[in-house]
């Protein structure tokens, strides 16, 4: 874990969120991953889910229809089910890229880059028998909601690997995790507003003193659903960096989580802040 701290300290953090996808790539496959790796992710998000008969892929959860065009989730089909599945493009016509296993990504991605594995409490107890078992306890960022009893899972399951909860708004949870036996890495901290406490300079700065990581997300993945005040990819793309990435990066977040690894990583070169 102080490994992440001592990266993050260098640098801001670039997250890919499933990866890097577009025209016949899907998001959460090899090649996603691999596109985002050769444009300089620092981190690649996951999302896991899992089969009927309990093996683990990596795919979001509820994503069945616009990625697979399938009826079913995954939890109601068989491992051998999903081995024929095939993702969709951007156009929804089928492509060669299957679902892989999270055993198969895990291998892809050791000992490249850190890794985010969403959806954690889907199968917590799974997730981190693969996470054991590929050797990646400090390599990993894993984060549910911030809800008691998933706390208290990650406590007794999963009390080495680097966490984050994932924060509303405002924080009432954070001083009461640092007494917990977690290896509390920071937070994933959502804010609507500017004026919200997860958005406040004070708040950060506190964050910080307590060795604590924030991570912040310039994703859209519905409009509709505010993250981050509207300092988003969107905005930094179509209008002016400044206001999206750039704002994010001054106000002190630590990791930055977006689709559009390659811009950002640019921007964040040619402005000095990387």
């Known amino acids: 874990m102080n490994s992440i701290r001592e990266a993050a300290g260098k640098r801001i953090l670039i ?3 499933r990866g890097v996808s577009g025209g016949n790539i899907p998001c959460n496959t090899l090649q ?3 596109i985002a790796l050769r444009q300089g992710a620092d981190i690649v998000e996951i999302d896991v889910a ?4 309990g093996e683990l892929f990596v795919f979001h959860p509820g994503m069945e229809f616009p990625h697979l065009r399938s ?10 089910e999903i081995r024929q599945l095939r993702f969709v493009n951007q156009d929804g ?5 299957g679902i892989s296993p999270l055993d198969e990504v895990l291998e892809l991605l050791k000992g490249r880059c850190l890794v985010n594995i969403d959806k954690f409490w889907t199968a917590m107890p799974a997730i981190t028998a693969a996470v054991r078992r590929h050797g990646m306890e400090q390599q990993v960022i894993v984060k549910t909601a911030a809800d008691e009893r998933w706390f208290s899972m990650v406590e007794e399951i999963a009390p080495d690997l680097p966490y984050m909860p994932i924060i509303k708004n405002r924080d009432t949870v954070t001083s009461g995790l640092l007494r917990r036996g977690l290896s509390l890495l920071g937070a994933e901290v959502l804010f609507e507003t500017e004026e919200d406490e997860t958005a406040s300079p004070a708040y950060i700065q506190r964050m910080h003193e307590n060795g604590l990581l924030l991570w912040a997300n310039a994703i859209v993945y519905d409009y509709r659903a505010v993250l981050s005040a509207g300092h988003t990819d969107d905005i930094s793309l179509t209008d002016d960096p400044q206001r999206g990435w750039g704002w994010l990066a001054d106000r002190g977040y630590d990791i930055v989580q977006t689709d559009w690894t390659l811009p ?3 921007y964040y070169e040619q402005t000095g802040r990387r």
């Open 15 to 17: 997250a890919a969120h």
């Open 32 to 34: 996603a991953y691999e």
């Open 50 to 53: 899992q089969s009927l008969d």
């Open 71 to 80: 009826e079913k989730p995954l939890s109601a089909l068989t491992a051998e």
């Open 93 to 97: 016509t089928v492509t060669a890229c």
């Open 264 to 266: 950002l990583r640019l």
